[in-house]
């Protein structure tokens, strides 16, 4: 029921910057937590940065002052802006939504965006 559409990766130079766009959509009665993780190849997804229904950040110590995570709670959309991206920055980003259905549900569910790839390369 609930779609992830994940856009704004590339290539791009180091220094570079990156706009990320996810989007959830569906029957969605309300959103918690929403973030951003990335996995390079041959290690494990790591966080990145989250963001709260209140507004609350938090960011992994390695982009840190780089990027930024934003949400429009009306459009149900969370971004990620990265500045001065760095060869090191280069993964697959998968955005997660923390979403509750139904005003009935007791729980939030993780939903999981189809990732989108960032290459930072000369």
């Keep these: 029921q609930v779609q992830l559409v994940e856009s704004g990766g590339g290539l791009v130079q180091p220094g570079g910057s990156l706009r990320l766009s996810c989007a ?4 969605i009665f309300s959103i918690n937590t929403m973030g951003w993780y990335r ?4 290690k494990q997804r790591e966080l ?3 963001i709260t229904s209140g507004g609350s950040t938090n960011y992994a110590d390695s982009v840190k002052g780089r990027f930024t995570i934003s949400r429009d709670n009306a459009k ?3 971004y990620l802006q990265m500045n001065s991206l ?3 920055d280069t993964a697959v980003y998968y955005c997660k939504t ?5 005003p009935l549900s007791a729980y939030y569910s993780d ?3 189809q990732g989108t790839q960032v290459t930072v390369s000369s």
């Design 76 to 78: 149900n959309t969370v």
């Design 24 to 27: 959830a959509s569906g029957s």
């Design 111 to 113: 939903y999981w965006g």
């Design 48 to 50: 990145v940065a989250t």
């Design 39 to 42: 996995q390079a190849p041959g």
């Design 86 to 88: 760095k060869p090191e």
């Design 98 to 102: 923390q979403c509750r259905l139904s």
